[in-house]
């Protein structure tokens, strides 16, 4: 690797459409203003402004109400929600008492509210003559009870940003929990408010007038068109696309990220950096002011798989899936820090029959570093009692029985660049001294801890086992020479060349639905996405970009280490160093859907077009 310091971007852009302005403020409702009352005529203008639950309502509200002082405001919440006791009880099968599990809602916001009430508010702003004056109607709803408002706006806020609020005492929607611990929080919302709000929003993104950045805790966010929003997100599946990434504390977290990442050198550690989990990231849409400044307006990175899946994901994926991203890459660093939890994911019918989940949490470990003590837990060892390893894991549930975890589970010596297939149902942790990238099936918070190694969680409080999902899901003849002739050593050379390039494959198990390939190249390599989404990272070598050989996206700059996303509609391309490259070897890791491909049998050039910057 290179000495140079670190180039990875942590704020990566989508480009808005030509045009189109990023608006600010008072000239942001004015532009709202404007269009509303250009669609109304002579009748008084209404303007449904829908806000994502998590959204600061009532500073965002205040904020609105100076904007648009010539209108009366109506908060919807308020006027016909239903009382936080009778959604307590709705939605009680779903929350059920566990810290962290819950079970999927598939209820919609209708649900949440008052019908009669509702219709009540839907009458006054669409009787004989309209609303009696200029009216905002605002809250998470806005546009039930003004579906034919004259301007329609969409606040809208990525769950990351959401997270960091509950961490800070702020609650779920409508209910007085500042107190209750993040955990349980953030299972309402994961589990049920934010299912139900990205069925809502879709609804409308095809007709929405404006998007505004609610990560802004009043109404000062920055706002595009609605057809703005649509028309960057039909060109971010043009050509390769990173999401924002976000970096993560934890008991077990090291410094490698801090180091090589550049990262925040006063932070305690880093455990976690989640680099494409569309549903938890966000995008930055990128463009002028109309004073010419560069601007961004964040939001969550589901808009894109819920407005594109089909281009993004692939007609087989999307077939499979629906508008979901099955995919995961996310970063676990151990570096100078500690074990990860003893723990083991549920098989695909133990999710979906005990917490709707239509698929399950298969993981894989890709050692992007290792120091030279790492290992990985993996399986059991021959000869383990299923009755004995239980007995003494809820043994040391008392904190004064430490669990044997070298007696039960197998440990493995961990390079740099060696992978872990890990389908679910096989008891695994990535031990300390490790810089993993996880290349594993979406779902991400179902984690069965068997033993934490004694230790408390940042908040002071034990972090959740779980031994009786645990013990329902482990495959107990998962055990030493299973493991030997499954999971290990895996590497299948494809191609390689004389000068050394190859194409591998490293996984992952055929129980497990993702297909992983490496390709090691000194100059390029060439790839197609045949009609399925890829994710890829930069794993050896400081940059490349990735070039179309017919022109159809600009090149798109890679930094080492970074995951970047290639639609499933962008075909052929080609990764390959750059001018500015001080690397001689160059490798990537590329994921897609197995079995999801459409082969077209076209030829895939070398090009030699004239190298570009990232897009």
Known sequence: MSSRPSSYDKQPTIPLPAGATVLRGDEAWGAVDAAARERSGPRAPVIAIDTYPGVDLPAFTKAVAAALPGYHVIDIEDAAALPVEAIDRLIAPNLTDDRVFGVLSHLTLPAFYDAERLTAVRGRLTGRGGAEGPTVVIGWGAELAAPNADALVLVDLARWELQLRLRAGATNWRTPNSAEEPLRKYKRGFFVEWRIADRHKRRFFDHVDFVVDGAARDATGGMVTGDAFRGALEHATTGPMRVVPFFDPGVWGGHWMQDRLDLEPAANNYAWCFDCVPEENSLLLEGPTPEGERAVVEIPAIDLVLQQPRELLGA?????????????????????????????????????????????????????????????????????????????????????????????????????????????????????????????????????????????????????????????????????????????????????????????????????????????????????????????????????????????????????AETFIVPAVVGPYVIRRTPNSESELFATVKASVRGTEIRTHHAVPTIHTERGSSR
């Open 316 to 560: 087989k994926t999307f077939a499979r899936f629906g508008a979901e991203f099955p995919i995961r890459f996310d970063f676990l660093d151990t570096m100078g820090g500690g074990n990860l939890s003893l723990q083991v994911h549920p098989l695909t019918d133990y999710i979906q029959q005990t917490f709707g989940m239509p698929y399950t949490q298969d993981e894989s470990y890709y050692l992007l570093d290792a120091g030279d003590d790492a290992v990985v837990y993996l399986g059991l060892k021959e000869g383990t009692d299923p009755a004995e390893m239980m007995a003494a894991l809820q043994a040391a549930t008392d904190g004064e029985h430490p669990f044997d975890a070298d007696r039960f589970v197998n440990s493995y010596p961990a390079k740099k660049h060696d992978h872990f297939a890990i389908p679910a149902g096989t008891v695994h942790a990535s031990g300390a001294n490790s810089m993993v990238l996880e290349i594993s099936a979406t779902p991400f918070i179902f984690t069965f801890k068997l033993w934490d190694w004694g230790r408390l969680g940042l908040d002071g409080v034990p972090r959740p086992v779980h031994l009786e999902h645990g013990g329902n899901n482990i495959q107990w003849d998962r055990t030493t020479g299973w493991v030997a002739e499954n999971l290990l050593d895996r590497v299948e050379t494809l191609e390689e060349h004389p000068n050394g390039d190859r194409e591998e494959r490293t996984g992952l198990h055929e129980l497990e639905f993702i297909e992983v390939r490496r390709n090691w190249f000194t100059d390029e390599a060439a790839h197609d996405t045949e009609g399925t989404v890829n994710v890829l990272n930069l794993v050896e070598g400081d940059e490349v970009e990735v070039v179309s050989p017919t022109g159809a996206f600009p090149p798109y700059t890679v930094h080492y």
